[in-house]
C-alpha cells in the first residue's frame, strides 16, 4: 500500500483555487465598501441661481441653498450615508462671512433638515471660500496666517452650522488648537451633541486644484505650505492626530487619500477613535480625465480606488463618486 504523500508534490501554493469563481472570491472578500460610510461633498453658493456644472468636477454642480434638498434626496436615496457641505458666500470679506448664519451652509443645512432626514450632515468649516486673499485664516500686516486670531471665527462659524442642524463639524483649515476652540464653543453654547470630525492630517497637495476652482478658494498669493503639513511626513501626521484627539476631535481625516494610505493606515493602527479619509477633487478629476480619453475603465478605477482607502483602514470615506458608487455596488 502506497500512502498518499503528506503534500501535493508540487512545492507551491495553489492562491488561484479561492479565485475561481465570483462566489469564492466573495466568501474571502477581506474588504467591502458599503454606501453607508460614504459621505458625499456638495457645493452651496449663494450666488447662484441654478445649478451650475463645475468643469473640473465632472457631474458636480453649484448648489444654490434652496435647491440642496435635491440633491440631499438623491443621496438618501441612493443609502449614501451624509453630505459634506461647502458654501460660497454673496460677498467675501475677512472670513466674518463663515459665521453668517443666512450664509449657504446655514441656509441649506436648514432646507435640508426640513425635507430630508435620515442623512448624516458635515458642515466643513474654512475660512477660504469666505476670504477676499482665499487664505483659510485671518492674515496678519506681514501676509502671513494669524492662527490665533483666527480660532474665534472658525468657532462662531461651527456655531452657525451647529445651530442650523449640522450633525458634524469639519474643521478644515489646519490652524492649531482650533479643535479645542471649536469643542469650548459649542460646549458653552449648549451644544455637547455636536460632532467633530477633524481634517488632523491635512496635506499641503497638488491635488486640490479642481476643488479650489469650485469653491472659488484658490490662495491670491503665496501658497498653504506654512498651514498644511509637508507631504513627506507621516509621523508629523499622527503627531496632529494625536493633538486633535486631545482636544476633543470625535473622528479625525486623513487628506488625500490615495497618495497617503500609509497615513491612514498608521493612524488606524494607533488610535481608537474613527479614521476617515477624503478621496479629494483632484483625485476625482484624473480618474475622470484619464477616462475620457479611454484610458482607463471609470468605474472599475473608481471602486478599486475606494477599496483600497478601505483596505488601508478609513472606516468613513468622502468622495466626489458616492453617488456613483452607491448605485455601483447596488
Ligand atoms: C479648504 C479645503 C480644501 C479642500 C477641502 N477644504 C482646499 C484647500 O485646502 O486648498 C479640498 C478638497 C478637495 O480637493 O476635494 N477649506
Not at 458625499?40 to 458636480?60: K, M, N, T, W, Y
Not at 448648489?63 to 440631499?72: D, F, G, K, T
Request: with cysteine; aromatic share 6%.
Amino acid at each position: 500500500m502506497t500512502l498518499a504523500p503528506a503534500r501535493p508534490a508540487s512545492a507551491f501554493r495553489r492562491f488561484h483555487r479561492m479565485r475561481r469563481t465570483a462566489a469564492l472570491r466573495g466568501l474571502v472578500q477581506e474588504t467591502r465598501l458599503d454606501p453607508r460610510s460614504l459621505l458625499l461633498p456638495i457645493f452651496v453658493d449663494a450666488r447662484a441661481q441654478e445649478p451650475a456644472p463645475i468643469a473640473p468636477l465632472p457631474g458636480h454642480v453649484r448648489w444654490p441653498a434652496s435647491r440642496a434638498p435635491e440633491i440631499a434626496e438623491r443621496a438618501a436615496a441612493a443609502g449614501v450615508g451624509g453630505l459634506l457641505l461647502f458654501g460660497l458666500p454673496d460677498e467675501k470679506d475677512d472670513g466674518h462671512a463663515a459665521a453668517d448664519p443666512l450664509g449657504p451652509v446655514p441656509s441649506a443645512l436648514r432646507a435640508i433638515r426640513a425635507r430630508v432626514p435620515g442623512l448624516a450632515l458635515v458642515a466643513d468649516v474654512c475660512l477660504c471660500e469666505y476670504t477676499t486673499h482665499g487664505h483659510c485664516g485671518i492674515l496678519r500686516a506681514d501676509g502671513a496666517v494669524d492662527n490665533d486670531a483666527t480660532l474665534p471665527l472658525l468657532a462662531d462659524a461651527a456655531l452657525a452650522y451647529a445651530d442650523a442642524g449640522a450633525d458634524v463639524i469639519a474643521p478644515s483649515d489646519m490652524m492649531d488648537g482650533r479643535v479645542g476652540a471649536i469643542r469650548g464653543a459649542l460646549d458653552r453654547a449648549g451644544r455637547p451633541e455636536t460632532a467633530i470630525l477633524s481634517y488632523a492630517a491635512k496635506f499641503a497637495s497638488a491635488f486640490y486644484g479642481p476643488f479650489r476652482e469650485a469653491a472659488d478658494c484658490a490662495p491670491q498669493r503665496g501658497d498653504r505650505s506654512g498651514y498644511q503639513m509637508d507631504p513627506p511626513n507621516a509621523r508629523e501626521a499622527l503627531a496632529e492626530i494625536a493633538a486633535d484627539v486631545d482636544e476633543g476631535a470625535d473622528a479625525v481625516m486623513v487628506k488625500p487619500a490615495g497618495p497617503y494610505l500609509d497615513v491612514i493606515a498608521a493612524a488606524r493602527a494607533r488610535f481608537d477613535v474613527p479614521v476617515a479619509a477624503y478621496q479629494v477633487s483632484g483625485e476625482y478629476a484624473a480618474l475622470h480625465a484619464a477616462a475620457e480619453r479611454g484610458w482607463i475603465d471609470l468605474r472599475r478605477a473608481a471602486l478599486e480606488s475606494l477599496t483600497a482607502i478601505a483596505r488601508a483602514g478609513a472606516t468613513t470615506i468622502v468622495t466626489y463618486f458616492a453617488l456613483d458608487a452607491a448605485e455601483w455596488l447596488a
